[in-house]
Every structure is written in C-alpha cells, then in structure tokens.
C-alpha cells in the first residue's frame, strides 16, 4: 500500500526521512505538516503515514488512546517496507514523541536494511508526561543500530534540558535543544525564540544529519 502523505523537494533529495506522527495527534497535525514543509525546502523528501489506530478515526470519528508503543513496531517495518518501494537513495526513520521511539525500537532490530542510514527523533518521550522519577526509556536508544538525532525542547514535559543533563547517552546518540521549547517546540510568549524558528533549526539539524550519515 502507498505511503499517503509525501512532502518532495524540487530537486533530487538528500534522503527520505520517514515520518511517524506522535501518541495523540494525526500526520497531517500543524507540526508534522511544518516540519515535513521546512525539510522539503532543505532537500530532504518526509513520507508521512499513520498507525492503524489513528487512521481509524478518520472513519469513525472516534478517538483512541495509543496502543503500547512496542505493539506498533510491525505498522512501522510495514510502512518502511513500502517506503523502499517508492524511494531512491539513502533514508532515515523517524517521528514525532511516540513515533521516534517506534523508530528507535525498529532500529535495534537486526532486519533493518542497509539502506536506512540513521534514526530521528522529534521530542523523544524519555519518560511520562512530568514524571522524571518513572522509569526512563533509554533502551531504545542504546540498542539502536544506527546514529541517532534526537531534538528537544529545554522545557519538555517529556525530559526536559536540565533532567537529561543527569543522564548519559551513548556516544552513537547526538541531542539537540530548541531554545524555551516545549513538546512541540513552542517557546514561550515572553522567550526571545519562536516556533517557527525553532522549526526551522531543528530542520536544519535533521539536513546534517542526513549530510553526515546519508550523503
């Protein structure tokens, strides 16, 4: 089945990034719908899909809390699977909170193909919303087998800039702050920084990211 939502470059691109949408809001959200526009403008081409569940609400108009991440891994292999079909070039996996962790859980698999050159993570879910003392969700991200980006803003509710300076990730992981950021990288009113060049920065860390790992 056809990856439904592509945001392509004019040119050839550097690579295609594979985009999961997070826990509680579709592919077409205000977020993924920027970030996937800024990435084209940057030469990076994003395919965007939606779990099943997600999609589902599009039929019914029911909303439906997430299944377990972990149970979601298959949905994600089977859009990567797709996506290798309809892209040239070197890729990434990635997504949104939930989405990125999918992927990084994906990407601790020893089936992933030689073609998926590294791992994006937009506002990884470290841990539950507000609750540092829960148990952290580190082990995607050590297992995984390719580099990984991961972007986040200093004030995530989901593992903020001054809790995760605590922590030590491996040297394969890189960690890039959105100044004043929140889940979404929205700052605040009174922040010298906007969501919208907050977006674009963290567009220009996943195009060095391709440079680096894909060009």
Not at 36 to 60: K, N, Q
Not at 124 to 130: A, D, E, I, S, V
Request: aromatic share 6%; hydrophobic share 40%.
């Amino acid at each position: 089945m056809p990856l439904p939502l592509w945001s392509r470059p004019a040119a050839a691109p550097i690579a295609t990034l594979l985009l999961a949408h997070g826990a509680g809001a579709p592919m077409d959200s205000p977020f993924m719908t920027k970030i996937a526009a800024a990435l084209a403008e940057r030469g990076v081409a994003v395919a965007r899909f939606e779990f099943s569940y997600m999609a589902m609400r599009r039929t019914d108009g029911k909303r439906r809390p997430a299944p377990k991440a972990e149970t979601l891994i298959g949905e994600y292999q089977t859009a990567l699977q797709s996506l290798l079909k309809e892209a040239e070039g070197p890729l990434l996996i990635g997504g949104k909170s939930m989405g990125g962790r999918i992927a990084a859980m994906l990407g601790g698999g020893s089936s992933l193909p030689g073609r998926v050159k590294g791992i994006c993570c937009l506002g990884y879910p470290f841990h539950p919303t507000g609750r540092p003392d829960a148990p952290w969700r580190l082990q995607p991200l050590e297992e995984a087998k390719r580099p990984v980006l991961v972007l986040q803003g200093d004030r995530d509710a989901f593992g903020s800039r001054s809790e995760l300076e605590t922590v030590t990730l491996p040297s394969s992981v890189s960690l890039r702050y959105l100044e004043d950021g929140n889940h979404d990288f929205a700052p605040r009113g009174k922040s010298p920084a906007t969501l919208d060049g907050n977006l674009a920065e963290a567009a220009d860390h996943i195009f060095a990211f391709a440079a680096q790992h894909a060009g």
